[in-house]
């Protein structure tokens, strides 16, 4: 029986590979599925307002080549090099040495997936995370290893200068030198960006400076496949923003994702995922914010948080507009 439906697909696969995409079209290989309202090929959703700024070249990519993963690259690739960042990308604050460190990662539909964290000095460490991905037998390269890599891909080192705010800032915060995260100000602000393509393609990225003013070396759930990234083709992607100590206790992007696969909706799984979270991290609930955003491969989104202030950019064939996400707490 086994052998026989093997023997099916894999003549079915070859039979379609052969056809030429016209005749596939055609034969209705493609678009087997209408799509309903709320469901939208191809998708592309991420954190924060620079989302819509990510979103826009993301789109612009995925137009030009097709590539859902070159999308969600290039896409978060903007926020990583926007000097008014100051949660993503080298111009943001610092841990409380004074140094900032990044952490990144990326994966695939398919289970492929590459991330660097704790490193120094490279502008795109998204790319970095994607080359670890496609050049190494590994999944995450950490510190001072992943600045090495970084070196022998020909990757340029940037001077380790603080940005003149984030200075000034660290500068204050030296004062009392108090470690106390708040939220949904801007130190809690990382890009996690998903995407489908329209052939139900999906890929993700999640790109952060991390917490500022952290203990040097620590490093959050951004970087970690499962915590605050996850992506599978046979259901959907998720990504996370917010304390990453709470979302790597629940394994946040992994659990999103298993709840769709059990029957959720993306919004569905958001917000159980985050009851979760907060069940878990019940001692630290007042001064955390943790968010969630998720699409499916049918191509629905959702997004939920811990308290309000948390937002999302969705681009889809009507636009590139901004969502507030409902949250757990702080609603009437
Ligand atoms: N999740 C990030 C971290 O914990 C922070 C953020 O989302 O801004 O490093």
Same mark, same amino acid.
């Given at each position: 029986?086994?052998?026989?439906?093997?023997?099916?697909?894999?003549?079915?696969?070859?039979?379609?590979?052969?056809?030429?995409?016209?005749?596939?079209?055609?034969?209705?290989?493609?678009?087997?599925?209408?799509?309903?309202?709320?469901?939208?090929?191809?998708?592309?959703?991420?954190?924060?307002?620079?989302?819509?700024?990510?979103?826009?070249?993301?789109?612009?990519?995925?137009?030009?080549?097709?590539?859902?993963?070159?999308?969600?690259?290039?896409?978060?690739?903007?926020?990583?090099?926007?000097?008014?960042? +100051?949660?993503?990308?080298?111009?943001?604050?610092? /841990?409380?040495? &004074?140094? !900032?460190? %990044? =952490? $990144?990662?990326?994966?695939?539909g398919?289970?492929?997936?590459?991330?660097?964290?704790?490193?120094?000095?490279?502008?795109?460490?998204?790319?970095?995370?994607?080359?670890?991905?496609?050049?190494?037998?590994?999944v995450?390269l950490?510190?001072?290893?992943?600045?090495?890599?970084?070196?022998?891909?020909?990757?340029?080192?940037?001077?380790?200068?603080?940005?003149?705010?984030?200075?000034?800032?660290?500068?204050?915060?030296?004062?009392?030198?108090?470690? +106390?995260?708040?939220?949904?100000?801007?130190?809690? /602000?990382?890009? &996690?960006? !998903?995407? %489908? =393509? $329209?052939?139900?393609?999906?890929?993700?990225?999640?790109?952060?400076?991390?917490?500022?003013?952290?203990?040097?070396?620590?490093?959050?759930?951004?970087?970690?496949?499962?915590?605050?990234?996850?992506?599978?083709?046979e259901?959907?992607?998720?990504?996370?923003?917010?304390?990453?100590?709470?979302?790597?206790?629940?394994?946040?992007?992994?659990?999103?994702?298993?709840l769709?696969?059990?029957?959720?909706?993306?919004?569905?799984?958001?917000?159980?995922?985050?009851?979760?979270?907060?069940?878990?991290?019940l001692?630290?609930?007042e001064?955390?914010?943790?968010?969630?955003?998720?699409?499916?491969?049918d191509?629905?989104?959702?997004?939920?948080?811990?308290?309000?202030?948390?937002?999302?950019?969705?681009?889809?064939?009507?636009?590139?507009?901004?969502?507030?996400?409902?949250?757990?707490?702080?609603?009437?």
């Open positions: 029986m086994t052998t026989r439906r093997k023997f099916l697909k894999s003549s079915l696969l070859s039979s379609t590979l052969l056809m030429p995409g016209a005749v596939k079209k055609a034969a209705g290989i493609f678009s087997e599925k209408k799509q309903s309202a709320g469901e939208h090929k191809p998708l592309i959703v991420s954190t924060w307002n620079h989302g819509i700024a990510a979103n826009k070249r993301a789109w612009e990519i995925l137009q030009k080549t097709g590539s859902i993963l070159d999308a969600v690259e290039e896409g978060v690739k903007v926020t990583e090099a926007d000097p008014s960042s +100051r949660t993503v990308g080298l111009y943001g604050f610092p /841990d409380r040495e &004074g140094i !900032v460190t %990044l =952490d $990144a990662s990326i994966m695939k398919d289970g492929e997936c590459g991330s660097v964290c704790f490193v120094r000095q490279i502008k795109h460490p998204i790319t970095l995370a994607r080359k670890v991905m496609e050049k190494t037998p590994h995450m950490a510190g001072e290893g992943a600045r090495q890599f970084a070196i022998s891909e020909g990757m340029p080192l940037e001077e380790e200068v603080l940005h003149p705010e984030s200075q000034k800032a660290y500068e204050e915060w030296l004062e009392e030198a108090e470690y +106390r995260p708040i939220i949904n100000i801007e130190n809690h /602000d990382t890009i &996690g960006m !998903v995407g %489908l =393509d $329209a052939d139900g393609n999906l890929a993700g990225t999640c790109t952060t400076s991390g917490l500022s003013y952290k203990m040097h070396g620590r490093v959050g759930d951004s970087p970690i496949i499962g915590a605050g990234l996850y992506v599978d083709n259901v959907g992607a998720a990504t996370a923003t917010g304390m990453g100590e709470t979302i790597i206790k629940v394994c946040g992007s992994f659990l999103v994702v298993e769709m696969r059990q029957g959720r909706s993306p919004q569905e799984a958001c917000e159980e995922a985050i009851a979760r979270l907060i069940d878990k991290n001692e630290d609930i001064d955390m914010q943790a968010g969630f955003i998720a699409i499916n491969k191509g629905e989104y959702g997004g939920y948080a811990v308290h309000p202030g948390f937002n999302f950019a969705v681009h889809h064939e009507g636009g590139n507009e901004m969502e507030d996400a409902k949250s757990r707490f702080g609603n009437d």
